[in-house]
C-alpha cells in the first residue's frame, strides 16, 4: 500500500506544533468573543480548513456555532487580479447579529479573504473577522493581514492537515513540505 507519508520531504508543522497553535488561538478567540453580545459563527472554508475548523472548535469554550463555505479564486498563482467564485455561499437570514469569524486553512496571494470579508460585511454580517493556520505574507498580490495567524510559512509546497496537492495528503495530521518529484511528475 503506498504510505502518503513517503512524499514529505520534512514536516514543517507538527502535530505537537499544531496542537499548541490551537490552543493558543482558542483562548484568543474566548478572551475576544466573551460577552452575552456576541453571536459567534466559526465559518469553515471548504475544503482545506476543515481540519483545523474541527480541532479549533472543539477548543474554544465561548459559545459556538458553525457554517461552511466553499470558495475558489480566479487567476490563482497568475498576475491577474483575481476574483472569487461562490460555489456555497451562506444563508443566514440572521446574519446581521452574527459575529463571522472565517477559519482558512493557508493564506497566500490573499485574494480569497480579502474578497470574501468585503462579501460578508456587504451582506450585513455585525462583525467580520479572519482566522488562519498558515501564512505566506511572501505570496500576497493584495494586502491583508488576518486577525488570528497561527504560524508564517516560507513558500514552498505545502500539505497534509486539510491542504492538499491533485485533492491527496489532507488527511495528514501534520503540515509538512512535499518532494518536488511528486509535483514536477
Ligand atoms: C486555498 C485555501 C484558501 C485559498 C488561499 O483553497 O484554502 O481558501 O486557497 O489562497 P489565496 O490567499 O491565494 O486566495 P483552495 O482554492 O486550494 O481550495 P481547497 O481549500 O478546497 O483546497
Do not use: W
Request: proline share 4%.
Amino acid at each position: 500500500m503506498r504510505n502518503l507519508k513517503n512524499d514529505i520531504e520534512k514536516v514543517l508543522v507538527s502535530e505537537a506544533e499544531i496542537d499548541a497553535i490551537t490552543t493558543r488561538i482558542a483562548a484568543e478567540i474566548d478572551r475576544d468573543y466573551a460577552g452575552d453580545d456576541k453571536k459567534l459563527v466559526l465559518v469553515c472554508i471548504l475544503k482545506g480548513s476543515l481540519v483545523f475548523m474541527g480541532d479549533l472548535m472543539k477548543k474554544v469554550t465561548v459559545p459556538v456555532e458553525i457554517d461552511c463555505m466553499k470558495v475558489s479564486s480566479y487567476g490563482k498563482g497568475s498576475e491577474s487580479s483575481g476574483q472569487i467564485h461562490i460555489a456555497l455561499d451562506l444563508l443566514r437570514p440572521d446574519i446581521n447579529t452574527c459575529d463571522l469569524l472565517i477559519i482558512e486553512d493557508i493564506v497566500d496571494s490573499g485574494v480569497t479573504l480579502s474578497h470574501l470579508t468585503k462579501y460578508l460585511a456587504l451582506k450585513g454580517a455585525k462583525s467580520v473577522k479572519t482566522c488562519t493556520l498558515l501564512d505566506k505574507p511572501s505570496r500576497r498580490r493584495v494586502e491583508f493581514v488576518p486577525d488570528y495567524c497561527g504560524i508564517e510559512v516560507p513558500d514552498e509546497f505545502v500539505v497534509g492537515y486539510g491542504l492538499d496537492f491533485a485533492e491527496m495528503y489532507r488527511a495528514l495530521p501534520f503540515v509538512g513540505v512535499l518532494k518536488p518529484e511528486v509535483y514536477t511528475k
